[in-house]
């Protein structure tokens, strides 16, 4: 079966600029998280859904990012504007609830 | 509030050493545990979990771990490294269906 795909890949952009990640999960999984990965530290959960509904967003900057699921499968994941300190790998992972999350290859981004 | 506490930032091992990653967890009941492995510029694959039975688990690539309930414990071991085991690893607590708390992870460096 397909892994989690996200795309781009790599971003650069300047601070106070905007961006946007695309996640597409595995078929048939119902949950879909995203977490940031800070250089030097483990994943960090940002927002989880359950087919398009939010489960979690409590460690999630709501005045600078954003995150939507519309249908229940791909998600969008938003950074308006961006700062420095959001320079990270952006993770996003499915699972099916059953306690074991897949990963995609991560988008790494970089704020100048 | 849960955590994961991996003490050892970094590990150097020679090539065919048998090695032992530490993982320490806060939990409140029985969590389901993971190690994860990343490679540079990848995403996160699973090695092995332990969900409940069997404290000794097996993963892919000859890994295993074994949870220790009295230590709050899931150390990760290997008994001959390979070079390509060089990466970084990640422990994570969680449950069926909320989101994985990481460590810091533990990277491992391999000489010839």
């Known amino acids: 079966e397909a892994g989690v795909a996200q795309s781009p890949r790599y971003k650069i952009i300047e601070k106070r600029q905007s961006v946007a990640f695309w996640c597409n999960p595995i078929?048939?999984?119902?949950?879909l998280y995203w977490y940031q990965q800070i250089l030097g530290q483990g994943p960090k959960l940002l927002i989880q859904f359950q087919n398009n509904g939010v489960v979690d967003d409590s460690q999630l900057p709501k005045d600078r990012f954003s995150a939507e699921r519309l249908k229940g499968v791909d998600s969008t994941l938003k950074i308006q504007p961006a700062k420095l300190e959001d320079s990270a790998v952006y993770l996003c992972?499915?699972?099916?609830?059953?306690?074991?999350?897949?990963f995609g290859p991560g988008t790494r981004l970089t704020v100048l | 509030a849960q955590s994961v506490t991996q003490p050892d930032i970094h590990i150097t091992v020679s090539e065919g050493a048998s090695l032992e990653l530490r993982c320490n967890y806060s939990y409140g009941a029985t969590p389901y545990l993971f190690w994860y492995v990343q490679s540079p510029g990848q995403g996160l694959q699973l090695l092995l979990k332990y969900f409940s039975g069997d404290t000794l688990v097996q993963g892919i690539k000859g890994f295993e771990a074994e949870f220790k309930r009295s230590q709050s414990s899931f150390n990760l071991r290997k008994p001959s490294v390979h070079w390509s085991d060089a990466a970084e690893y990640f422990c994570?607590?969680?449950?069926?269906?909320?989101?994985?708390?990481f460590g810091k992870g533990t990277k491992l460096t391999v000489n010839p």
């Open positions: 994570a607590v969680g449950t069926r269906s909320e989101k994985l708390v």
């Open positions: 078929s048939g999984h119902a949950t």
């Open positions: 992972a499915s699972s099916r609830n059953n306690g074991e999350q897949f």
